[in-house]
């Protein structure tokens, strides 16, 4: 009962939610899926103003469904020049294998939605029909604007303290984001002691303890896991990983091949690709930023910025040990299926269950 008034809160027949993925979820995938009846969705967090709007028309045009636009709602990054520079000393012989030099400088590649006003500007006038937000919440009179505006409203929570701030905010859903899941983690203070909450564990607690409905997300790969989800109390199954394979995705050949071989196998929880912690393939960069002894990275997202200097050296060469490869634990589980073909899948595996 509870899963049946969530979708028809977000206007979709399917409990399958798309993650957002930044950099890897296109208006194709986000379209295939909302067509296939699921929610399909857009993640913008890095996007300039011009190219998101771009990327909802671009969806829009592909779909008249519903699809949720998910934007990262982090502190404002703290430039300290004697950690950056400590973080690119550290990086310097990643540099001197690629042989390029150490950039001068490093800067955070984008602002938090909390000080963007053209974005919210800009989902004010498009109106996409849900809005999600991951590291945080907006401040409570932009949550009261895009609610006025008829857009349905979810965060992303890593434990419980997140999850009562979310229902507090007065949002319609929470995504409950266990240890398990590929890519940046949400948690609201990235500093903060991490119980490392396991899905399963994290989706209990909520449902037991906060009002509003739940969305189960990390290292669910298929339909058995959604039905799992739903059985723990979850209205929804929000799959990221899952969906990387899709020919409508914008994961390059390098990241499938990954994806596809035994490093899909071995996954780690890293802060150091991008200044906060998220999970991705194991690969030279973390083996060396993460080696016992190194320094902190610099703030979210300013070490980005060296990660994909980094990377966009190498990668000219063919090298691409050093890309931000973001998977869950459950990676080895994906299938290279089209979008719609993965959705009937896992309905099929879910009812049959
Ligand atoms: C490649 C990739 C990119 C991601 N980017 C975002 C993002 O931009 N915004 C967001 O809220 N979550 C992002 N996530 C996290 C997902 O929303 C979700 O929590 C996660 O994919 C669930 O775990 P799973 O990958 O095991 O399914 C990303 C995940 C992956 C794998």
Redesign the pocket.
């Known amino acids: 009962m509870a899963t049946s008034s969530f979708l028809d809160r977000l206007g979709i027949d399917l409990p399958i939610i798309q ?4 950099g ?1 979820a296109t208006p194709q995938l986000a379209a295939a899926v909302c067509n296939a009846g699921g929610l399909g969705s857009l ?1 913008i ?1 890095p996007s300039p103003v011009d190219q998101a709007r771009q990327m909802i028309e671009q969806t829009r045009a592909l779909t008249d469904r519903p699809f949720n636009i ?1 934007l990262f709602c982090h502190a404002p990054a703290q430039p300290d020049a004697a950690r950056e520079a400590a973080w690119l000393q550290h990086l310097a012989p990643l540099f001197a294998e690629v042989g390029v030099p150490v950039p001068a400088s490093i800067q955070a590649g984008y602002p938090s939605f909390i000080e963007d006003d053209q974005i919210f500007d800009m989902l004010l006038a498009t109106r996409p029909a849900v809005v ?1 937000f ?1 590291f945080g919440l907006p401040s409570a009179e932009r949550i009261q604007a895009l609610q006025q505006a008829g857009i349905c409203l979810l965060a ?1 929570a890593t434990n419980l303290t997140e999850a009562r701030q979310i229902e507090q905010a007065g949002l319609d859903g929470i ?1 409950a ?1 266990g240890f ?5 983690r ?1 948690m609201f203070d990235p500093t903060a002691e991490d119980e490392q909450l396991s899905t399963a564990v994290l989706v209990r607690l909520l449902v037991q303890q906060v009002s509003l409905p739940v969305i189960s ?4 790969m298929d339909g058995q896991g959604i039905r799992a989800a739903l059985d723990l109390g979850a209205a929804a199954a ?5 969906f ?1 394979l899709c020919p409508e995705s914008s994961a390059n050949d390098a990241y499938r091949q990954a994806l596809q071989s035994e490093r899909a196998a071995t996954t780690r929880m890293t802060a150091s690709l991008s200044g906060r912690p998220a999970r991705g393939m194991l690969n030279r960069f973390i083996a060396h930023a993460d080696a016992p002894g190194s320094p902190a990275p610099a703030d979210y997202p300013i070490a980005y910025d060296a990660a994909k200097q980094l990377h966009a050296a190498a990668s000219q060469q063919g090298n691409h040990a050093f890309a931000a490869q ?3 634990q ?1 990676a080895p589980l994906a299938r290279a299926l089209p979008a719609a073909e993965l959705v009937q899948q896992l309905v099929k595996e879910w009812r049959g269950a």
């Not at 993650?19 to 930044?22: I, R, S």
């Not at 398990?180 to 940046?184: F, I, K, Q, S, Y």
Request: hydrophobic fraction near 40%; avoid cysteine; proline fraction near 3%.
């Open positions: 993650a957002p993925m930044a890897v993640g967090g998910n999600s991951h992303t995504v984001q398990e899941a590929g890519g940046h949400g997300a990390g290292g669910i929000q799959l990221g990983t899952a990387i973001w998977a869950g459950g």
